[in-house]
């Protein structure tokens, strides 16, 4: 890891392509987070379920995964419908086709990490990088705040090579600055091979079965900050929330490195069964019906599975 940190300060080097900006409108689902002051991303898969790295809560306390006494909520701020963190509402004066509403801050109730993942565990502390987090209250949706569907379950095992997938995030850009307006990156979906060769350092964290690498052709990668927010992926039927930022090269911003994602398809079951018990144990749930029957994951064929064996996931950016 202080490898990983030195080469990531050595190559601090301003690149001269600057990221494009997202519209306002982008990625709604999008859940900025500000845990221990430190930026990272998640993206809301259900009324009030929040997808989000692993890594991003490495600094937490486990006893402060439940807001008793206001612990979560003092650890981890999480605001939904943010286009720019240095204004709220987002809209510039004199600037039309704004929409002009407050960043909807709700407090987290509870924080779930996947139970395999473990950040000291060497190569394997990027696996299982995904956690889940319970808000106090759903938001109301609106048209800067929707929740994005899950995949389907066999994109657990799916090659997307050449397939175009967007990323947003807040991350650091190469001027090591974090954005203050989100920032918008499309990433081409690449080999197995392909990743590997790009990760160099990195590679001994990446594990084919449970992760999924794109890549930029202009020094578009995630960086720092960005971790824990989604890729997305648009067709005819949807956007789908395929993966969750993880890791990378140390030197964000390198033309042609490779930008890690978790394979959120194979956690389509762990998500369910995290939102399963926390609604058996509401009162008040919505409905009768299974969770997952409500969580819009899309299917492309009805074919059952287990969630056996596909974890893994690792983080650069905590
Ligand atoms: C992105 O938005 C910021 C703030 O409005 C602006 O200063 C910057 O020039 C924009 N960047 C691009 C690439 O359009």
Not at 154 to 162: G, T
Not at 245 to 269: H, K, L
Not at 283 to 306: A, C, G, H
Request: with cysteine; aromatic share 10%; net charge negative.
């Amino acid at each position: 890891m202080f490898k990983l940190i030195l080469i990531f300060l050595i190559f601090n080097i301003a690149h001269g392509y600057e990221f494009q900006n997202a519209t306002q409108l982008e990625s709604p689902w999008y859940a900025y987070l500000m845990v221990l002051g430190e930026p990272c991303g998640g993206s809301l898969v259900k009324d009030q379920y929040i997808v989000s790295a692993a890594h991003c809560f490495n600094k937490v306390k486990k006893d402060h995964y439940t807001n008793e006494e206001g612990k979560l909520e003092a650890a981890v701020k999480l605001k939904l419908g943010i286009w720019k963190t240095d204004r709220d509402p987002d809209c510039e004066p004199g600037v039309d086709d704004q929409i002009c509403e407050y960043h909807v801050e709700i407090p987290p109730n509870e924080l779930k990490v996947h139970e395999r993942y473990n950040p000291n565990s060497g190569r394997e502390r990027y696996k299982n990088d995904i956690a889940i987090i319970q808000l106090t209250w759903p938001p109301r949706m609106s048209e800067l705040i929707k929740n994005i569907d899950l995949p389907d379950d066999d994109d657990c095992y799916e090659e997307f090579e050449e397939d175009v997938w967007t990323v947003t995030g807040f991350g650091m850009k190469p001027d090591k600055e974090y954005a203050t307006t989100k920032k918008r990156i499309d990433l081409r979906m690449i080999s197995k091979e392909e990743c590997e060769d790009g990760l160099g350092d990195a590679k001994q964290f990446y594990d084919p079965k449970t992760h999924i690498c794109g890549k930029g052709t202009k020094g578009e990668t995630t960086c720092v900050g960005d971790s824990g927010g989604g890729i997305f992926a648009k067709s005819s039927s949807g956007t789908t929330l395929q993966g969750v930022v993880s890791f990378g090269v140390s030197e964000c911003g390198t033309v042609g490195a490779p930008s890690g994602f978790v394979r959120v398809a194979c956690y389509n079951d762990w998500i369910s069964e995290k939102i399963d018990e926390w609604e058996d144990d509401s009162d008040e749930s919505y409905s009768s019906k299974s969770v997952k029957s409500r969580l819009n994951i899309k299917r492309k064929k009805q074919k059952s599975k287990t969630s056996s064996g596909i974890y893994g996931f690792f983080s650069l950016f905590g």
